[in-house]
Each structure stands twice: as structure tokens, then as C-alpha cells.
């Protein structure tokens, strides 16, 4: 039996304005991680995962070219994808991900999301297993693709290198896509925190500094509490 293909579906690098993480390096790690493949899929550009195709010459290994477009619905990320996407209308950027022979892909649904402008219709697949969240979200994405009767896939949403791996979506190949299972491994808040202090510098935007810091300090005080 032809070995299933383990990818992470869900990996950002610096050119997203959260992540410092460099093409290069996320292909190494993830082979030492045992994957087949990687999802690259910056916010709002194709450009990290084209560097990531390009540099990789592992046979073994696959790339898939991505990006996760802000929406007025919410977050959707486009696989397979050779062009930007220029819309930032949910139906009109779901086409255009079909018009290039993508897939679309509903990013984490209960995190900023107004479903209600979502065409179910256009969706491929919900990504009903993300590891920076929490179980409950998961389990509330994956009863919404259960509904619908969607295949789910799962995501690291990495934006630091030990995340990778974190999220592993198994596929009987890169042409059909078949979702043969889909899990995760939950990242500590702690990571989540340090991809916001990457953004708030990134962006020189002292609020997300300051909320960030507020987070953290209410973290360390559980974290401390729990320890006693």
C-alpha cells in the first residue's frame, strides 16, 4: 500500500507580517520532522511560498503554494495557486483561486469570522484542526464542516519553527488531495504571544505592543498560579 503523504497545511514565513521564519529553513526543519510537504501560506501574497517551491529540489518533498487572504467573511487561504489574489470579497476570491485549478480553504471559522457571508458552496475544505487554537474552537469548526459535509484538514499556523509539524493533514496524494486524517498537536499560548511581538514590530504598531504585553503578563500570572 502507497504510503499516506503527511503535510502541514498551514505554515507562514517572513513574508508575512508575523513571522520572521526564512523559506530555507522551514524546509529543513519540516523534513526533519518527518513531513512530505508544507502548505505555505503568508497572509495576503503567494511570494513566500514561491520562494519555498523554488529552493526546495527534494523529489520527495512537495511544496504547495498558497495564501491566506483577509476577507470580508474572514480568513481563506488558496492552494495550488500560481497568482496572486487580487479580491478581498469571499466569493470573488474563491473564484479566483478556482480559476487558477486551486483549492479553497476555510482558515480557524470561529476566529473572526462572519460566517454568514460565506458560500459554503465554493468551500473545499475547513480547517477544522488548528494547533494555536483551542479544543473547543476546533471541535465547534469541525461540527461546521460535518453540517455542510466538508473535508477537514489540519494546520500548524505556524509562525516559529518549533510549530511546524504541529498540525498534520495525511493525503493519499498531491493530485486528488484526499483527506485520509487530520490532527494536532497543541502549541503553548506562549508562541502565539512572541508572532504578535514579531507583528507590533513588523508593523511599528505600538498597540498590538501593548495588548500583547498584557496578554503575556496575564499568562505568566496563571502560569505561576498553577505552579504553587
Known sequence: MEEKMKIDCHIHTCHSYDSIMQPAKILMTAKKRGLHGIVVCDHNTI?????????????????????????????????????????????????????????????????????????????????AYNARLAPMENEKALQLAQKHGIPVLAGSDAHLYAEIGHGITEVDSLETFHVVSASCQYTPKKFTIVSQYIKALKQRKIRIFWVTTKVAIKQLKKSLKTNR
Open 47 to 127: 511570494r513566500g511560498g514561491l520562494e519555498a517551491y523554488n529552493l526546495n529540489h527534494d523529489p520527495e518533498f512537495h511544496v504547495i503554494v498558497g495564501a491566506e487572504m483577509a476577507t470580508d467573511a474572514g480568513d481563506v487561504t488558496g492552494i495550488f495557486l500560481t497568482r496572486e489574489i487580487k479580491s478581498r470579497n469571499f466569493t470573488e476570491v474563491a473564484l479566483e483561486i478556482k480559476k487558477q485549478g486551486g483549492k479553497v480553504i476555510l482558515n480557524h471559522p470561529y476566529k473572526q469570522h462572519d460566517l454568514s457571508k460565506v458560500d459554503f458552496s465554493l468551500v473545499d475544505y475547513i480547517e
